[in-house]
Each structure stands twice: as C-alpha cells, then as structure tokens.
C-alpha cells in the first residue's frame, strides 16, 4: 500500500490517540450502520479498553425521562442509539485456553483505511496465556452495494509455534458497557438492554429487539466462499468454528459477512427471521470476500467521482478533506427513514441523536455532489410531519409544525428545554435546506410533492409562535420571543438575530413557492388550505421582522439585550475549565456575553447580501472577541467570514482546526463519535469559502482565491442536471461541462457559459 496517497489514513501518521479514539477514526459504515474498529477479541471482557460495537441508523431504545420538576409538555422519553453486536467479534482457542475467558495479549500494530475502496487493512499481534504468538490481519468493509451487509476477512499466522488454532466466530454477544467519561451530557448514555433469540436456520442467525421502542431487527452470519466453515453449536449458541493447523510462515485466511436486516427496521415491517436467514444464506453463500468487494468499491468509487476534492499543495490537508467526506458517506441514511447523526454511526455519543447539524452543516454537500441522497435525508423530515405537527400542538401552537430540537423517531428528546426544545430555529433551518435543495437541483417534483408543504407548515409556525409588537421599542414589527439560537451559552431570548433573520427567510420562500405553484400547481395549495390572506400574512410578516440592531456599537445584536451583558472573561479563565458548559452552571453562563458558537454570524455567512464589507468586519470582530468555540460547529463559519473578508492567514488556521479535528482529536472527545457536522463544514470552507461559490440569480457564481500554499482546487457539482468538473490555480478558474446541458453562471460575477464543447476559461487576477 502507499501510504503517501490522500485516500489512505495510516494509523503510524497519525498523532497518538487513546483506543477508544482511533476506533472511531476507522469505524466502517454504509448509512445503514457503523462498525466501531475495535479490538475484535474484545467481546465482553472488561478486560480491554475499548468500546466496541456497532450503531444501526435510527436503532434506538426509549427510556422515561425523570424530572424532579416534571412540567407539562417536557420530553417524556429519552431516545438513545443501540449498542449493537461486534461483527468483528472473533473467539481463538489455543492448547485448551479461549480468548473469552482468559483474556489473550492484543497488541495493535498497524491500520489502514483506503478510501478508495473502502477496505480498512489491522495488524493485531496476539499472545495466548501459553506463550504461543500468532499475527492476525483483519481487512473489512461495509458494503455500500448491498446496505445490510458488512465483510470481514481473518488472516492468522503463527509467530513462534506449530500446531491447532480453532476459530469460534458467535454473534451473541452485546453486553459490553458504554464507557461515559465523566460527567460529559455529551458523551454516551449507559446502553440499553436488548432481547435476544436465536433463530434455528442454517446459519446463525438472530432476532434482537428493543424493550420499549418496540423495535427489531436480524443478524445474520455467512462464512464465504472463500475458505467455508461449518455452522456448530457451542455454548449452546449457533456459531462457526473451525481448527487450524498452523504452520510458521504459512497464513490461513477465512472471511464473513455479517448480514443486518434492511430496509429499515423503523418501518416496522413484520420481520420474517426465517425468510430473512434464508435469503441471506442464498445471497451469500457462493460469494467471496472479492465479489462482495468488487461491487462495494465501485459504489464508493461513484461515489468519489461527484464528490471527491482534489487539493493540491498540501498533502496532509488533503488527506483529512477526504477522510471528512468519506465519514459524510458512511453516515448518511439512504431510505428516507433516518438522517445522519451528530456522530454519524461512529459512537454513541450524543445518544446517535439528529440535531440541526444534518440540514445546516452536512446537507449543502450532498444536494451539490450527492442530490439523490440530499433527496432522502429531507424526505427524512417530510416522514415526521406528523410528529412534528402534533408537538406544535402540543407546544400551543395553533397552526404548522415544530420540529424537535433532537431526536431520531421525529419526536423531541431533549430533556433539557432552554437549550433543546427552545431551539426553534430548527424549523427554519430545515426550510433553508428545502430552499437550497429545489435552487441548486431543479427538482419541482420535490418541491412539489414534498417541499412545499415542509415549507409551508415551518412558516405557519413562526407567525402562531410570534407575535406583532406593541411596545415602544418594537412597534409595528414582528417579534420572536422565548427563543434560544445556536449559541447554547445564551437561552430563552426575544428577537434571537438568527432565529428572527432565518423565520424571514422561511416566510419569504413560503411566499416564493406559493407564487410558484398558484400556476403550476393549484390543487397543491387547495389541498394544504394556502389561501391569498394567508401569502399576504407570510409576506407581511417577512417584511417586518424585527432584527435586534445595535446603534452605538453599529453590529447586528444577537437579541434584545445581548450586548449590555459583561463579557465573560475569557483571557483569564484558565484553559482546563474549558468547555465552560462543564465547569459552570448554566445560568452562570447566560448572564454573560460568551458564546458556545456562531450564531449571530451565521446570518452573515448564510446571507451574504445582507450586508456591506465594513458591516460584516464589524459584526466579525465583535462576536470573535466573545466566542470560546466550545461547539465543533463554529469554527468553520468564523474562517469562512475569515476568508470573504480577506483574512487569509485567519481563514487558513479555522480551515486547519477544522480539517483535522478528529484525526488529531482536538475538541478531546473524538472516542464518543466523529464531529460530522465539522465534517460537513470542512466542504462549506472550501467550497463556500475558498472557492467562493454562492447562488446567484438562477444560477451559482463562483469568486475563488486560493491560500498562497495551494496550487490548485478541484471538485465537481451538480447544478439543475449537470455535472461540472470546477478546478481553481492561483491564477485561473476552469470549468468542464462533465454532463448535462450548456449552463450559463458568473465568474466574480460576470457572466460567463459552459458548453459541451467549450470549457471555461477565466484568468483571476493576481496580487
Ligand atoms: C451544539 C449544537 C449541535 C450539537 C450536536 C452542540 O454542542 O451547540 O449546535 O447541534 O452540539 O452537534
């Protein structure tokens, strides 16, 4: 293997980590699941430091939420992810002693992801209580043809003996406890308790489901064609087993795949376990550790023929841009049914809950490079409607829908409501990405069919939720009060910037569509009751929302009363009692100006003709001074302001902490699950930020400027259809019509047209 390529993640170039860490770093996933890379003798035993297992997307279990003070209306039930078999999990029984019951020496040696296919390589050296050492090399993938299956090939051979090695391989075992470090509310809760049945079929197989969620699904096990093994039964328990002779020098190879029932088992389809046994055998049976290989890698090669970014001038750079997106990949549910996680499917943290992340910082990838899957991830939303519908409801508001601030089933499930539940800016960030989706795609059957009425239920809300002021300070305007925007270390606000600025935009394309479809598609506003008033209401409403200004300081205030707070002082806090949210009471917190991080800045970032250059600086330097970035979620937006406002060695170092946070784990808790929302936010800076790209008219314009180290920036995008291929130098932008239609767009705003028989050309200037 050539380390030196960007697509490969070698464990010897990494900074050292703790276990836990670098199990999430190479965790395996496909959407579907994720498959923590751990020890793979690990099982039960508290013996090894690991946490080992794996996460079906929206697998959860639900728990009663107990409050001392149990208000009306606060969530009831707490939602949290399985922690499911290792598929990995392996038994070795050398000279009479199993590795489950008398721990063996593991010792890591090596570890390498290809990106390009998908197949991460692991040198483990094992020590056996008798002295006897042998080297086990795992190489596994997660399929991305086949969404339920994932492929793990053993190879052992002996370092200082001759003689028998048997392999047991069960399913079973899920009893390994969630480590949680500390007292950290971000990290895991402990896990759920499963049910577990055996299911009599010719291979093992079994049927787990939840208690309380009522949910379930199957595992499978197949030995592949490679090297069959037998199915036996030992411990009582249906597994593989087989007995080695070893031989020094000589490697024995044996390979699975470990099937998880798909479609999804939200659906709650009634699961046919011996149907379910029978169709994976038959699958399975004749197939090898290539075949199933073959048709993985060339999805993820798809895969990287949209959406790769080619950097050039910094290799490291590189390299974590692409391990950023490929996490993207193996986190993003496909079936409509779920969405990514906050830590995709590569830990329990967070609970595996969906948070805004996915539509702000994640989605922008895929409706550019990705659309098909852009699609199912707000079909996602579209599913829990319902759910959605009835919380507003609940919440006394009279008409839309309020979605919940975290949750995986589409209810809410935040236990801690000033800065969950009062987030309810999330209800205009899932419009903005509807808005983003139908601009850059085209799709009207989409907007049709399912965006219209997202959009237009979120706009009902803000006009039930808020309310026309009568007071001096306000009057005439339209007011959002008790409101907590995305800085979490200021809650329960009026006239939150963000909110106020992002309900405008959801009222303003609500108006938009209604346009829209009052031609093309009448019957549609018939059937959701969108009358004129209503459109006049939304329009209205929009014209008149307040945003908090301050005059003296001349910045967007980020509420009410935000700036004649203190300022926290951040100088003279000592580093070890950051983040401040785990050393300081939160109301300590709100009575200061300190932010977690960017909010009000995000307005600047996601509205870029809202304000001058002069304004922007402004806005920029007064809320950097007070923001601790104790959220992933905030630096990326910073650099990218950074970057328009031609900071470049400021840009640069956001861009840096951004690219690198859980290869090097910067932000410490890296073990729980990766930062996708940082991920996602790694292609924002470059494509938003470096690249300059923006809508504009009906079309994009792109207005690049690469940093002085790098010599060139490639990546493609889809725009209604077509496939561009963008590369950017130090002095040049082209662009290569790689599918679809001629398409006209702006270059630094001029207007400029790409055909399939003319690339564009355009020389930037240069200092
Ligand atoms: C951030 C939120 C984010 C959540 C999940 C929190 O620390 O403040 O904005 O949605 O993490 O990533």
Not at 386 to 411: D, K, L
Not at 472 to 480: C, E, L, N
Request: hydrophobic letters at 40%; one cysteine or more.
């Amino acid at each position: 293997m050539d380390t030196n390529d960007a697509f490969q993640i070698h464990l010897q170039k990494l900074p050292r980590q703790d276990e836990r860490a670098i199990e999430t770093i190479y965790t395996l996933g496909n959407g579907h699941f994720g498959v923590r890379a751990s020890n793979p003798l690990q099982g039960k035993s508290s013996h090894y430091k690991g946490q080992p297992g794996m996460f079906v997307n929206g697998f959860y279990d639900l728990t009663e939420l107990s409050y001392g003070e149990n208000y009306s209306y606060y969530a009831q039930n707490s939602q949290t992810i399985c922690q499911l078999p290792d598929p990995r999990y392996i038994i070795f029984e050398l000279d009479g002693k199993r590795s489950d019951e008398t721990p063996f020496d593991v010792k890591l040696v090596d570890k390498n992801l290809d990106m390009r296919t998908g197949v991460l390589l692991e040198i483990f050296d094992i020590k056996s209580p008798t002295n006897k050492q042998f080297r086990l090399t795992l190489q596994s993938f997660a399929s991305h043809a086949d969404k339920h299956v994932f492929v793990v090939k053993y190879s052992v051979s002996a370092l200082n003996f001759t003689g028998a090695l048997t392999v047991i391989k069960q399913a079973n075992y899920i009893d390994q406890p969630i480590q949680n470090t500390g007292d950290d509310m971000r990290a895991a809760q402990p896990n759920m308790a499963l049910d577990r049945t055996f299911i009599k079929s010719k291979i093992p197989t079994m049927l787990i489901s939840t208690r309380k969620s009522q949910l379930a699904l199957i595992v499978g096990q197949q030995a592949l064609s490679d090297n069959p093994m037998q199915v036996a039964v030992i411990d009582d328990l249906p597994c593989h087993s087989k007995t080695f002779d070893l031989t020094q020098g000589l490697t024995q190879s044996f390979s699975f795949a470990y099937a998880v029932s798909y479609p999804h088992p939200l659906l709650q389809t009634t699961l046919v376990e011996s149907e379910f046994a029978e169709t994976t055998e038959k699958q399975l049976a004749n197939k090898s550790f290539k075949d199933l290989l073959t048709a993985s890698t060339a999805k993820v090669d798809q895969f990287w023929q949209n959406s790769d970014v080619d950097l050039q001038g910094d290799a490291t750079l590189a390299q974590g841009i692409r391990f950023n997106l490929f996490h993207l990949y193996q986190a993003a549910g496909t079936d409509g049914q779920t969405s990514i996680a906050a830590k995709g499917l590569t830990g329990p943290g967070y609970e595996g809950h969906y948070f805004w992340d996915a539509e702000m910082f994640m989605l922008p990838f895929f409706i550019y490079t990705q659309p098909e899957m852009a699609k199912q991830l707000l079909i996602y939303r579209f599913n829990k409607l319902p759910q959605a519908q009835q919380r507003a409801r609940e919440m006394a508001v009279q008409s839309g829908v309020m979605f919940p601030w975290r949750t995986i089933n589409g209810e809410e499930a935040s236990s801690y409501f000033p800065a969950g539940t009062a987030q309810v800016h999330i209800n205009a960030d899932i419009a903005y990405a509807v808005d983003t989706y139908v601009r850059v795609t085209g799709d009207m059957d989409f907007l049709t069919n399912y965006g219209y009425e997202m959009i237009v239920k979120t706009a009902r809300f803000w006009l039930s939720y808020g309310h026309w002021a009568t007071d001096s300070a306000h009057a005439g305007k339209f007011v959002i009060d008790d409101v907590t925007g995305p800085d979490e270390y200021t809650a329960m606000v009026n006239n939150n910037y963000y909110t106020n600025r992002m309900a405008q935009n959801n009222l303003s394309i609500a108006v938009k569509y209604s346009k829209l479809l009052q031609h093309n598609h009448p019957e549609k506003l018939v059937a959701l009751d969108v009358t004129q008033d209503e459109i006049d209401h939304f329009d209205y409403a929009a014209d008149e929302m307040y945003l908090p200004f301050d005059r003296t300081l001349k910045i967007k205030m980020q509420d009410d009363v935000s700036t004649s707070k203190p300022v926290w002082p951040i100088d003279t806090t000592p580093r070890n009692q950051f983040p401040l949210l785990l050393h300081f009471h939160p109301l300590t917190i709100y009575h200061y100006q300190v932010n977690k991080q960017a909010d009000t800045v995000m307005t600047d970032f996601l509205f870029p003709k809202d304000q001058d250059a002069e304004q922007l600086q402004r806005d920029f330097s007064y809320y950097e001074a007070i923001t601790v970035h104790d959220s992933s979620l905030s630096r990326a937006i910073f650099g990218i302001l950074a970057h328009r406002l031609h900071r470049a060695s400021d840009a640069y170092r956001y861009f840096m902490e951004t690219v690198m946070m859980d290869l090097t784990n910067s932000q410490g808790n890296t073990a729980d699950g990766v930062h996708a929302a940082n991920m996602g936010s790694t292609w924002l800076s470059l494509i938003y930020g470096f690249a300059g790209l923006g809508l504009e008219k009906q079309t994009f314009n792109l207005s690049p400027e690469l940093p002085e180290a790098w010599t060139s920036l490639r990546f493609r995008i889809n725009f209604h259809g077509r496939n561009l291929e963008i590369t950017i130098t130090q002095s040049a932008v082209s662009v290569k019509l790689m599918a679809g239609r001629a398409l006209k767009f702006y270059v630094h705003h001029q207007e400029v047209e790409v055909t399939k028989k003319s690339l564009v050309n355009v020389f930037l200037k240069t200092n």
